[in-house]
């Protein structure tokens, strides 16, 4: 009776069931019939040994192979089978087939397989513990917002090759010296050693770049020395002999990415605040190769007795303005270093100031985006002297930036809108010094905010009486006590009346 075609692979199921299976039960399992077993075990069925050397069709791509395929595959090795689809589809239409795209895709494979050029190849590397140590920068290519802000920055990542264990620290700026050299110094003395060599890629900070010899800037010589470390760097624009630090960019980039969304929320507080939960998650990280590293760090080299600069210095005039230019960023500082010189050390997020030696104030930096200006105005720095001449104020190109928060922009909207022009200055000049005075900035603004709420701006004199309340000084009387022989004398002196 005529029924389904045996196929090979029934044939070879049935054969390797029936080695410990009776033959009904290997012919079940094999979906084949009693009958056809007993043929198969007279073996006259069997699975064929070579497959079939003929076409069962015409080759679809006979037309256009030797005449249009090959020449485009022989005249570069980037042209994609994509390209050459359409290419034919575009132009060959009368003898290509736009069916045919599998088996085009497949003839070129094979092709380039027998005849085309060599690949590049993956060599993999093996690092003893405490050899080497890789960083580099990567752009942070998430959304995450500072008091509802955007924040730009990127992560300076730094990995022992060995034992897997990474540092991440937060950048805002560029790939300066100063986040570089801070970046690597923190990673270096969070791992508690330093490795023999340290890798990066050709960051102009580090090296310079115009030259073909290891030639290093003199500040990072400077660290090179301070540290005894071996620097070596990959080949301009191969990011892949980087590998070992690339990949896990990226692994890590992912990681902060689903911490974030887990958390349900990508705004902070504060930037400290963002910067302790990549933390976090880099603490995480580590805690699951501890033993690896352990056994690593019992390789590295000692860390040095001082740590090196991780800045840069500059000499700054201040400006009769009250400010002072750096990076192409305005700052202000306090009136009374109008007409001084300061040396500012360049921090990544800071600037120290200078006078004389004495470290007089820190800020912190204000990154400007490429091609632009910025400004950091501090209105305790310039208020007592905008108390002098309170009308400067509305037309003062920091106006705006002078008011510390949106609760006294409104208040200055109010004031501006509802007081003359002289009378609005002078108050919100007033307040802003009382704010400064009190050092209750928060508040105070709150307080005239309900104020107006209420439907009337409190007086100065009601602001001042709330938050700078005048303590009545009483007199230092100092009472003298007299000897017992005083009052002796004078009792003498009454007897003789």
């Given at each position: ?296 760090q019992q390789q590295l080299k000692p860390l040095p ?114 007081l003359s022009a002289d009378k609005a200055c002078w ?29 009337r701006l409190p007086s100065l004199f009601d602001c ?34």
């Amino acid at each position: 009776m005529s029924g389904k075609h045996l196929t090979d692979q029934q044939v070879r199921l049935y054969m390797t069931h029936r080695i410990n299976q009776s033959q009904k039960t290997a012919a079940a399992k094999a979906s084949v019939s009693e009958r056809s077993a007993r043929r198969i075990e007279r073996k006259d069925l069997q699975p064929a040994k070579n497959k079939r050397k003929h076409r069962t069709r015409a080759d679809p791509l006979s037309s256009v192979w030797d005449d249009v395929v090959l020449p485009l595959l022989k005249s570069c090795n980037d042209i994609s089978p994509v390209g050459v689809f359409d290419y034919l589809c575009e132009n060959h239409l009368d003898k290509f087939k736009p069916s045919a795209r599998r088996t085009l895709e497949r003839r070129i494979l094979q092709w380039r397989q027998l005849h085309g050029e060599s690949q590049a190849v993956i060599f993999m590397q093996e690092h003893p513990p405490g050899a080497l140590g890789i960083c580099d920068f990567t752009h942070a290519d998430f959304t995450v917002t500072i008091a509802g802000e955007p924040l730009q920055h990127k992560l300076f990542h730094y990995r022992l090759v060995s034992s897997g264990w990474a540092y991440a620290q937060v950048t805002y700026g560029g790939e300066s010296f100063s986040a570089f050299s801070d970046g690597l110094q923190n990673a270096i003395h969070s791992s508690g050693g330093v490795p023999l060599e340290v890798r990066t890629d050709s960051l102009s900070a580090a090296y310079k770049n115009h030259q073909e010899t290891e030639d290093f800037t003199a500040r990072f010589a400077e660290l090179i020395s301070n540290y005894g470390f071996k620097a070596t760097r990959n080949n301009r624009g191969v990011a892949h002999e980087n590998g070992a630090i690339e990949s896990p960019n990226r692994h890590i980039k992912n990681q902060i990415k689903q911490a974030i969304l887990i958390r349900g929320n990508h705004d902070f507080a504060t930037k400290k605040d963002y910067e302790t939960f990549v933390a976090s998650i880099m603490g995480r990280r580590n805690r699951r190769i501890r033993d690896k590293f352990l056994t690593e760090q019992q390789q590295l080299k000692p860390l040095p007795a001082a740590s090196s600069v991780n800045y840069s210095e500059h000499l700054l005039r201040v400006s009769r303005t009250s400010t002072i230019t750096l990076k192409r960023v305005v700052y202000t500082v306090p009136s009374r270093l109008v007409g001084s010189r300061l040396a500012v050390h360049l921090f990544d997020d800071r600037l120290d100031l200078y006078l004389s030696g004495v470290m007089t104030l820190t800020l912190d930096r204000i990154h400007a985006s490429q091609g632009a200006r910025a400004r950091s105005v501090n209105y305790q720095h310039v208020i007592g002297s905008l108390v002098q001449k309170p009308r400067a104020f509305r037309c003062s190109q920091w106006r705006d930036e002078l008011l510390p928060s949106e609760d006294y922009r409104h208040i200055w909207r109010y004031v501006d809108k509802e007081l003359s022009a002289d009378k609005a200055c002078w108050y919100i000049v007033r307040l802003l010094n009382l704010a400064k005075k009190s050092d209750r900035e928060e508040a105070l603004g709150r307080f005239v905010l309900e104020g107006l709420s209420q439907g009337r701006l409190p007086s100065l004199f009601d602001c001042e009486d709330r938050f700078m309340p005048v303590t009545a000084l009483l007199p230092d009387i100092t009472i003298e006590q007299h000897a017992l022989s005083h009052y002796q004398a004078l009792l003498q002196e009454g007897s003789h009346e």
